[in-house]
C-alpha cells in the first residue's frame, strides 16, 4: 500500500481523520463489548463466537470467493494465517479479561513494530537506522507501561506480547496472499479460517452462554465489521501520515471507557508508553511515506479483532 506526503487527487484529508475517528469509536466498542462479556465465556469461545457472528457480514463475499476458489498452495497459506491469527485472538480476549482496557489498547499497538521486524528478517527488507531508533522507542513503551520490577507483571502482559507477536505474523502472511488475491477475498478467507481454528478449542472449554452474552458478542462483530470498513475508506480518503496520528485517540477513549464505565484506574505510565509506541509507528510510516516506498507497517487496527 503506497503512501504519499501529498494527498493524491480525490483524496481529503478532512474525510480521512473523520472516518479515522469513526474507526477509533468501532474498536473502543469492540472492547466494551469484551469487557461486558468479561470471564462469564472462556476466550477461545468467545473468540469463536465473535468470527461466527462476523460471517453473517461477509455472507456476499463468501459467495464469490465459493465461485471463484483458491488453489491448494494458496489454500495452505490461508491456513496458516488462520492458526496464526486464530492464537493472536485468543491471547487477545484473554488479555481482556486480566488487565486494564487501557494496557490491552496501548500494547496492542505494538503489532506494526513487529512486522517491521518481520518483514525484514522474512522478505528481506532494509532496516534504516532512523527505523531501528524507532523499533528501539517502541519497545521502551513497552517497558514503561510494564514497568517489571516496579509492579507485578500479570499473564494478560504476557498474553498482550503474544497477542501483537501473533498479529503481527498474521499481517505478514496477509502481505503475501495480497499478491494473489483481492483485499475482500483475504479478510474473508481470514475470517472462515480462524473460525474453523476456534471452533474445537471453543468446544473443549464451551459453557452455555446466556442470550445477553450472545448479543454482546454479535455486537462485537458489528462494531469489528465497521471498524475495518471506516479504516478502508480512510485509508482511500488520506494519506497514512494524516490518518496514522489519529490512532492515538483510541487509547485516550480506551482509558475514559475503563474508568468511567469499568472503575479501571487511569495509569498515567500507560498513556506516556502508549504515547511513545504510537510516535514510533507514525514515524516510521511518515519515513515510508516521505522516501515514496511501498509500505510495509500497518496500521494498529489493521491486524485487529
Not at 102 to 112: C, G, I, Q, S
Not at 165 to 179: H, V
Request: glycine share 10%.
Amino acid at each position: 500500500m503506497a503512501d504519499r506526503t501529498e494527498p493524491q487527487q480525490g483524496q481529503s484529508p478532512l474525510i480521512g481523520i473523520l472516518w479515522m475517528l469513526a474507526t477509533g469509536f468501532s474498536f473502543v466498542g469492540v472492547l466494551a463489548c469484551v469487557k461486558t462479556v468479561g470471564e462469564g465465556v472462556p476466550a477461545p469461545q468467545a473468540a469463536f463466537l465473535r468470527f461466527l457472528f462476523g460471517l453473517v457480514f461477509l455472507a456476499p463475499t463468501l459467495a464469490v470467493l465459493m465461485r471463484g476458489g483458491l488453489s491448494r498452495g494458496t489454500l495452505a497459506l490461508y491456513g496458516w494465517r488462520g492458526l496464526v491469527h486464530g492464537a493472536g485472538v485468543i491471547c487477545w480476549f484473554y488479555a481482556m479479561t486480566r488487565i486494564p482496557i487501557a494496557e490491552v489498547t496501548a500494547m496492542n499497538y505494538l503489532n506494526p513494530v513487529y512486522v517491521t521486524i518481520g518483514a525484514a528478517l522474512i522478505f528481506g527488507e532494509r532496516l534504516a537506522l532512523r527505523r531501528i531508533l524507532a523499533i528501539a522507542v517502541a519497545f521502551a513503551g513497552v517497558l514503561v507501561i510494564l514497568r517489571p520490577g516496579f509492579r507485578e507483571i500479570s499473564d494478560g502482559h504476557i498474553a498482550m506480547l503474544f497477542t501483537a507477536l501473533f498479529f503481527g505474523g498474521s499481517y505478514l502472511l496477509a502481505k503475501k496472499l495480497s499478491e494473489q488475491d483481492g483485499a475482500g477475498v483475504v479478510v474473508a478467507m481470514m475470517s472462515v479460517t480462524v473460525t474453523l481454528v476456534l471452533a474445537p478449542l471453543a468446544l473443549a472449554v464451551w459453557v452455555p452462554p446466556t442470550l445477553a452474552q450472545l448479543g454482546w458478542l454479535a455486537l462485537t462483530a458489528l462494531f469489528a465489521t465497521m471498524g475495518h470498513y471506516a479504516m478502508t475508506r480512510a485509508f482511500r480518503a488520506a494519506p497514512l501520515t494524516v490518518t496514522q496520528p489519529i490512532t492515538f485517540l483510541q487509547l485516550v477513549w480506551a482509558t475514559l471507557l475503563g474508568w468511567l464505565v469499568f472503575g479501571e484506574p487511569v495509569d498515567v505510565w500507560v498513556i506516556l508508553g502508549g504515547a511513545m509506541i504510537v510516535g514510533a509507528v507514525v514515524f516510521i510510516s511518515w519515513r515510508e511515506a516521505v522516501l515514496r516506498r511501498r509500505a510495509v507497517t500497518p496500521p494498529p487496527e489493521a491486524t485487529k479483532l
